[in-house]
DNA sequence: AATCGTTATGTTTTTACAAATATAACGATT
DNA sequence: AATCGTTATATTTGTAAAAACATAACGATT
């Protein structure tokens, strides 16, 4: 049985894309370095994809997920709001959790 | 509460992807058309993306998944092994049970 | 008012992937 | 041996997504 399991999660808002992988990888990366353009350069992402999925998330969500400041002493910068960390924890619990249930899945299935 | 989550499994084998979504619907056309040809027209799918897609099950999978015949009185055709048909049914089964479980997930979370 | 590093946005170029097209191989049937 | 509808495979074309490039807007600081 070399045969394993994989997934991938997402959660919808009205029918549009709210969180994905991607997504949830570029908001834990402006947590870290409160900069967009610091967080998109950490994942290799170009500044403008990184700032349109933002821009995606923010607009589906009930709530703000980020603060974005334009200009000021170090130019400006963006934070999560306690909406937006919440949902991180929210996605990851359920996808570890889902992983789990996969795996136990596959355990039950005796021979292929 | 107007989110909901949403899933794509898939069943790898030896880190290469044997089954996802997309690959089961096509095994699915296959058995009941019994052509790949036909299959691939009711997917509207390229002839050649659906053939590379089948070959490629067939060379990840422990054993082969299709019965392909060329020539004959028919031209030929496509038929699923029972081992084919048997990954289809353990796919879907897994799949549907991913689904309840991620509801489940999800009405467990009080208020976002 | 000049500078700085950021967010915000438009425009162009590249690239990866899908689709389309073409053709060979096959074997039962006639 | 000619035909037929299929599988098998190579080559070309098209297209949509990504990347790259460019520039505007912003506001605290000097």
């Avoid at 999560?80 to 996808?95: C, M, P, S």
């Amino acid at each position: 049985m070399n045969y394993s399991i994989k997934s991938r999660i997402w959660i919808e808002s009205n029918g549009k894309v709210l969180l994905g992988h991607g997504r949830i990888e570029l908001l834990k990366a402006i947590d870290q370095y409160g900069s967009l353009s610091k967080a998109a350069k950490a994942l290799q992402l170009s500044y403008k994809k990184a700032w349109q999925l933002v821009d995606a998330v923010n607009k589906s969500a009930k709530q703000p997920v980020t603060i974005n400041s334009i200009g000021g002493k170090n130019g400006g910068g963006m934070q999560l709001t306690d909406y937006g960390k919440n949902l991180i924890k929210i996605f990851e619990t359920i996808n570890e959790n889902c992983w789990a249930f996969l795996d136990e899945q596959l355990k039950k299935i005796k021979t292929f």
